[in-house]
């Protein structure tokens, strides 16, 4: 009796991660006001702006745009894996990936969306590379090696141990 009354209460507790893939959302919302405010500031700008300076504002917005997509790839699915089953009415509303990714892929896809946007940073730096340090972009160099090892090897993990079971 203990036992089973443990055991409900431990899988409601899942609803505890809710209010966590809310608050998530709220982290979308201010990414979309930081975006249109990057947007509506190059914009005014935009008689003025070199270049090079353009492409760094283009590949802000884009860098934001990933991590967007990011949260909201670990907002719908999270919720999905760990709380519960999203319905929305008729399946043309729900996203083709949704009920797709259980929580090894969502892994790797994390990895490959930090990467992605290690990859923007980095070229950022490389854009701007008169002004900076040779010290700071060999460690630039070094963290974004370091995420891109951490991808492969955990995508590596992840097909030894469980490719066979998504087949």
Same mark, same amino acid.
């Given at each position: 009796?203990? %036992?089973?009354?443990?055991?409900?209460?431990?899988?409601?507790?899942?609803?505890?991660?809710?209010?966590? $893939?809310?608050?998530l959302?709220?982290?979308?919302?201010?990414l979309?006001?930081?975006?249109?405010?990057?947007?509506?500031?190059?914009?005014?700008?935009?008689?003025?702006?070199? %270049?090079? @300076?353009?492409?760094?504002?283009?590949?802000? !917005? &884009? @860098?934001?745009?990933?991590?967007?997509?990011?949260?909201?790839?670990?907002?719908? *699915?999270? $919720?999905?894996?760990?709380? *519960?089953? &999203?319905?929305?009415?008729?399946?043309? %509303?729900?996203?083709?990936?949704?009920?797709?990714? @259980?929580?090894?892929?969502?892994?790797?896809?994390?990895?490959? *969306?930090?990467?992605?946007? *290690?990859? &923007?940073?980095?070229?950022?730096?490389?854009?701007?590379?008169?002004?900076?340090?040779?010290?700071?972009?060999?460690w $630039?160099?070094?963290?974004?090696?370091?995420?891109?090892?951490?991808?492969?090897? !955990?995508?590596?993990?992840?097909?030894m141990?469980?490719? @066979?079971?998504?087949?």
């Amino acid at each position: 009796m203990i %036992e089973k009354t443990l055991e409900k209460l431990l899988f409601a507790c899942r609803w505890l991660l809710a209010p966590l $893939y809310l608050g998530l959302a709220l982290a979308l919302i201010a990414l979309g006001i930081k975006f249109f405010q990057e947007a509506v500031h190059v914009l005014m700008a935009i008689g003025t702006l070199a %270049e090079a @300076d353009l492409v760094l504002v283009v590949l802000t !917005l &884009i @860098d934001l745009v990933l991590v967007g997509s990011l949260i909201v790839m670990v907002m719908f *699915s999270g $919720y999905e894996n760990f709380v *519960s089953r &999203i319905d929305v009415g008729g399946d043309a %509303e729900k996203l083709g990936w949704l009920g797709k990714l @259980d929580a090894g892929t969502l892994k790797l896809k994390v990895a490959a *969306s930090i990467v992605a946007i *290690s990859s &923007i940073h980095l070229l950022k730096v490389f854009m701007d590379v008169k002004t900076i340090a040779n010290d700071k972009i060999l460690w $630039y160099v070094v963290l974004h090696m370091t995420f891109v090892v951490s991808a492969l090897l !955990l995508g590596v993990l992840d097909r030894m141990s469980f490719a @066979d079971k998504r087949k």
